[in-house]
Nanobody, 116 residues
Framework: VQLVESGGGLVQAGSSLRLSCAAS??????MDWYRQAPGKQRELVAA????????NYADSVKGRFTISRDNVKNMMYLQMSSLKPEDTAMYYC????????????WGQGTQVTVSS
């Protein structure tokens, strides 16, 4: 199983970015995005179920970020708009496979830096 993030970068406040997560090796029940800023705990940003019917967002990103997934391509996306300096963090793709046991998988992360 492999999760590979892409799309991070350095942008100015108010800009947009789209992160992508390419998944391989399995299909997943839940996929989500976490982020971790220096000196802070990793936090859940947005989550989406396998059918895409249920999404959840951290209060800090509601109305600005949109999570989506393409099950045919086994991809997940995070469209980020109206970026703020406080969105600066390493963003991680996370996936959960629920069978007899629960298995969690993580990508290596992609850096998002928002300048003021």
């Amino acid at each position: 199983v492999q999760l590979v993030e892409s799309g991070g970068g350095l942008v100015q406040a108010g800009s947009s970015l789209r992160l992508s997560c390419a998944a391989s090796g399995s299909t997943f029940n839940i996929m989500d995005w976490y982020r971790q800023a220096p000196g802070k705990q990793r936090e859940l940003v947005a989550a989406i179920t396998v059918g895409g019917g249920t999404t959840n967002y951290a209060d800090s990103v509601k109305g600005r970020f949109t999570i989506s997934r393409d099950n045919v391509k086994n991809m997940m996306y995070l469209q980020m708009s109206s970026l703020k300096p406080e969105d600066t963090a390493m963003y991680y793709c996370h996936a959960v496979k629920i069978g007899f046991l629960r298995s969690d998988y993580w990508g290596q992360g992609t850096q998002v830096t928002v300048s003021s």
